[in-house]
């Protein structure tokens, strides 16, 4: 479970997200929000990437500010339009956090050939296409063995063959019980991926839909 007791973040005098009392069991759930409604903000607190003012609980064990390294080893984040260091290969980033979240020997190939990374992966990320980047990005979210992977806008700039693959791979690491808090701007089509709840990002909180 994520247990979100409160959460408020601010840049300024702009109040951010305001949440309390919010809580997702284990499961598959999906955000929606309108660009700039804070998702992304939303996935870098829960991933321990941004301080924040209140509390959230991993499994009612784990905190990001309190217990950061077993935290962010037991949480994954994919982000929706990845940047990464020019001079950097796939390979070198894959392997680095591979490594950090201490990946099963073999995961990391495993994912690259189901994603259609293949030998892109030794090539310098500035030659990527906005495809390979994000594909890139997932096969780092999906790295480890986390309790709860976040994916921002985990569809966006993947053909369709990817598309499907990616909801593949969700489902079987979701039935070996990793839970998956998804986000998007447009709606969820159950079709697709069966989830547990969907939740509106609006005016700083989260409400169910």
Same mark, same amino acid.
């Given at each position: 479970?994520?247990?979100?007791?409160?959460?408020?973040?601010?840049?300024?005098?702009?109040?951010?997200?305001? %949440? @309390?009392?919010?809580?997702?069991?284990?499961?598959?759930?999906?955000?929606? /929000? =309108?660009?700039?409604?804070?998702?992304?903000?939303?996935?870098?607190?829960?991933? &321990?990437?941004?301080?924040?003012?209140?509390?959230?609980? %991993?499994?009612?064990?784990?905190?990001?500010?309190?217990?950061?390294?077993?935290?962010? *080893?037991?949480?994954? $984040? /994919?982000?929706?339009?990845? *940047?990464?260091? +020019?001079?950097?290969?796939? =390979?070198? %980033?894959?392997?680095?956090? #591979? =490594?950090?979240?201490?990946?099963?020997?073999?995961?990391?190939?495993? *994912?690259?050939?189901?994603? &259609?990374?293949?030998?892109?992966? $030794?090539?310098?990320?500035?030659?990527?296409?906005? /495809?390979?980047?994000?594909?890139?990005?997932?096969?780092?979210?999906? *790295?480890?063995?986390?309790?709860?992977?976040?994916?921002?806008?985990?569809?966006?700039? !993947?053909?369709?063959?990817?598309?499907?693959? !990616?909801?593949? !791979?969700? @489902? =079987?690491?979701?039935?070996?019980?990793?839970?998956?808090?998804?986000?998007?701007?447009?709606?969820?089509?159950?079709?697709?991926?069966?989830? +547990?709840? @969907?939740?509106? %990002? #609006? +005016?700083?909180?989260?409400? @169910?839909?």
């Amino acid at each position: 479970m994520l247990r979100i007791p409160t959460l408020e973040k601010s840049y300024g005098q702009r109040t951010i997200l305001q %949440l @309390a009392d919010f809580s997702l069991p284990d499961g598959i759930y999906w955000i929606k /929000g =309108e660009n700039g409604a804070g998702k992304t903000t939303l996935f870098r607190c829960l991933a &321990g990437m941004h301080p924040f003012v209140g509390d959230i609980w %991993l499994d009612e064990q784990y905190h990001p500010q309190k217990h950061a390294q077993a935290y962010r *080893l037991r949480i994954n $984040y /994919g982000e929706a339009e990845p *940047l990464f260091p +020019n001079f950097l290969t796939g =390979e070198d %980033l894959m392997a680095l956090v #591979a =490594e950090t979240k201490q990946s099963p020997q073999g995961q990391l190939s495993t *994912l690259c050939d189901a994603l &259609g990374i293949g030998d892109y992966r $030794y090539q310098r990320v500035d030659t990527y296409s906005s /495809g390979m980047l994000k594909k890139v990005s997932l096969a780092m979210a999906l *790295l480890g063995q986390p309790r709860w992977i976040l994916l921002d806008e985990p569809l966006i700039t !993947l053909d369709p063959e990817t598309q499907i693959t !990616l909801l593949e !791979l969700i @489902a =079987e690491r979701q039935k070996a019980g990793t839970c998956f808090v998804m986000s998007s701007h447009q709606a969820w089509d159950d079709q697709l991926l069966p989830i +547990n709840g @969907a939740y509106q %990002l #609006a +005016n700083q909180t989260l409400t @169910a839909i």
